[in-house]
């Protein structure tokens, strides 16, 4: 087979103007935001249709090409990178809202809709879809599902997963499989839904999603935010909001070394003993009294300094210096963004984890994390001139997931494996995990041509 | 093979006093809560420990012996049943909480641990375990998790699998697998936990599973109940209460004809002109002015009567009600109990049809709907002399399921397909879904010895 034969006969399968093949155009689907070095792609599919994706699969399955299906392509993992002599098949133009119905709560969409996009069309009706990924403004259902997209709102209201009732996918060999129900029950036949989110693209192409619309809130959340002398404290204020019961719909921490980026680049007035700073979020009807009592929790774990929102604009200040976090480290290199998750009491052994990697291996690294739910993005910085992380960036995350496995964490909390995590996961999956994955793998894609190389492979 | 022969060298694998063949004690562990009648078991593995599943399943898989493992055997759809020939395997004696942690709100179970044990320990740190089918206080975590169970409570806080993090599980031929995490959030490798739950045990076995704890509420709901003089008034209800954004912990529709059944048994004054009474709870801190609020959406949707709980007694008089529905049915004759669910706006064509059904088939059919979830449960009532439903139950039984997938809605909300749903099954998965799951059933069980006939099967 020469690929030019070969997208000769895909060009005759679907419509016009559907697939690119000019290197200038292929190369801007080719990455996602990792500094990864994709593979060269025979070109791209830009899919209208579910049957565009059907003619598609069929053709690769004749030809036995391998396919990439990507959205937007802000994964942080490698997990929508080109793979060399492979097609990257984009969701991004399927973008139609099927279906909105306010009395089920539920919607109908297609893969390329911006999460934003399916959040706005909710509130129209006094809904929201809950997932929230920083990304949410630009990235698509389709790149959520396929990582179990989570968020700033997580902690309250859940996962991608939990908020996917069914879906639509196309097999690899073209068949074309509906999942799960439009019903928030149900128990008929295996999990095929569930399987299907944060499966990578690796079992099959997900052409529509049938998700859960949750109530809005109805006044703009308020919001806290507090400095503490000490990691510990703040981890001690993350474990009393909880206990409370206070359930906050936000609840992120920020360490010195992320503090110190956004200082350095917009000057927060950040006091240097400063060690940690959390911010939490009500959007209860009582949130302003919710509010003040974790404002009273932080005062009681030792916060050096607290601050209550009592107007819109002083939340959005506030949450502000959480917006800031990735673009104040972008400024200071390049950037290998982790995402593990350890159980909340383990936050602070985890931090000090990261901590000590980066002073034995000499290595700048930032964490964020959602705090409500034992969420790290450990972001190791260095510098932009290179390709790749030098080796002891490589050394210092090797600790890093060392330790949150060892803490009865995970590799990943909602950005997927990709190629950036595959050589650690046996350590997280074990041998019979492993074999029972590639069983399943083995299910769907026999051929293997399903984004190969990523997550879960032979 | 003998099955003596068989069953000595099982014998001499396990600690003494964990196999009984005893007939007498064997067929106690034969049925579940239907008519079926089971077929003849080999014996009973009354396992304390996961190495006494091990050493179990390991003959099972040498000696190909079928093996059917079970909880409490309250289950309601036949797939806990013994079949002929083969082991039946109880983890009834496995009540090990071997975890509770506030701090991290979870908990390792062993499977026979009761719900409601699990329940009051988590309720002695101000947690609670949130999924409560109604047969929480004699049924176990192991077959809640094997049928994916709800509850009252789910319409609030959701159901087993979303109450479920991870699992320790012996597959078919002994080797131990260990799927999910102890964190809240994580997507390393496919989501093998959420494909246990509610796969009947055609897959493996449970021997443990890391749960989800919640906060629970600081006091005792708040209840009210309504009388409506037609269905559709009091779906109308339901909707009202939903967009409302109410958040009731609990919201149960009665019909004409369980409250009749009630009525006849208890004498609760039912006025002849009711169709439907709906119970609903509100959990929260303003639980009181949510309940009053629910009243008077009750009201302006036509209630005939409504009634708002101001004690904890006047509570337990009104769900009082909702509690003697299964009895007063039972003492009408024998139940075929169904589990339809449908989109909650499709909730009074899916009653209308089951009138219609009830009427053409000359079948007493009486309902209770879990309505917040649009989950039915329709009970036809039979003669208690015969020995399974008669063909005009399975008639009106199949106009049942058939509204309610043309409803867009599923087979089982939460008892899953076992195997009195078996010939519906294919009409929801169709040719596709169908393959895919025997692809995963082989990829686990590929002698097929897991509960064989059972929900997903060839």
């Known amino acids: 087979m020469t690929p030019a034969t070969s997208l000769d006969s895909l060009l005759r399968v679907l419509p016009e103007g559907r697939v690119v093949t000019d290197p200038d155009v292929t190369d801007s689907y080719a990455r996602d935001r990792t500094f990864l070095t994709p593979g060269r792609a025979l070109g791209v599919v830009l899919a209208r249709t579910r049957d565009d994706v059907v003619a598609t699969m069929r053709w690769a399955t004749e030809h036995r090409v391998p396919v990439v299906p990507r959205g937007a392509g802000t994964g942080l993992a490698g997990g929508a990178t080109a793979v060399e002599g492979g097609l990257l098949l984009s969701l991004a133009r399927m973008t139609d809202i099927r279906e909105l119905s306010p009395a089920d709560e539920i919607a109908v969409v297609e893969p390329g809709v911006i999460n934003a996009d399916l959040d706005r069309a909710a509130r129209a009706h006094g809904l929201m879809y809950a997932p929230d990924p920083s990304s949410y403004e630009i990235s698509t259902i389709g790149g959520n599902l396929a990582t179990n997209a989570g968020g700033l709102r997580c902690v309250k209201y859940g996962v991608t997963r939990d908020s996917t009732l069914g879906l639509e996918v196309v097999l690899p060999d073209g068949r074309v ?3 799960g129900r439009r019903t928030v029950k149900g128990v008929t036949g295996y999990d095929l839904t569930g399987l299907f989110v944060g499966s990578e693209g690796t079992l099959g192409v997900i052409t529509a999603a049938t998700v859960r619309l949750q109530r809005a809130p109805a006044a703009p959340p308020a919001t806290v935010a507090a400095e503490f002398p000490t990691l ?4 001690e204020a993350v474990a009393a ?7 906050p719909s936000l609840l992120e921490l920020l360490d010195r070394a992320t503090l110190k980026a956004i200082d350095d ?4 007035g950040l006091d240097p003993d ?3 700073m959390l911010i939490a979020q009500s959007d209860t009807p ?9 404002a009273a929790l932080f005062d009681e774990c030792g916060a050096s300094f607290v601050a209550a929102s009592s107007t819109p604009q002083e939340a959005d200040e506030l949450i502000g210096v959480r917006r800031m976090a990735y673009e104040a480290k972008e400024r200071l290199g390049a950037c290998l963004v982790e995402d593990v998750c350890v159980p909340r009491s383990r936050l602070p052994e985890m931090i000090s984890a990261i901590e000590a990697a980066a002073v034995r291996h000499d290595v700048l690294i930032c964490t964020v994390a959602h705090a409500g739910d034992g969420n790290l993005h450990p972001v190791f910085v260095f510098d932009h001139g290179l390709p790749e992380p030098p080796p002891q960036v490589w050394a210092a995350a090797d600790e890093v997931f060392r330790a949150a496995l060892d803490l009865g964490g995970t590799l990943t909390g909602e950005h997927g494996v990709g190629l950036l995590k595959r050589r650690w996961l046996d350590l997280e999956t074990g041998p019979v995990g492993r074999e029972v994955q590639l069983g399943i793998k083995q299910v769907f894609d026999p051929l293997g041509i399903m984004n190969p190389g990523k997550a879960i492979q032979n």
Chains 1, 2 share one sequence.
């Open 274 to 276: 400063t060690a940690a």
């Open 265 to 268: 680049w917009r000057n927060i």
């Open 286 to 294: 009582d949130g302003q009294a919710v509010a003040e009592r974790m």
């Open 177 to 179: 499989l509906n999942t």
């Open 232 to 235: 510990r404290q703040a981890a």
């Open 241 to 247: 909001v909880i206990a409370a019961g206070c359930r």
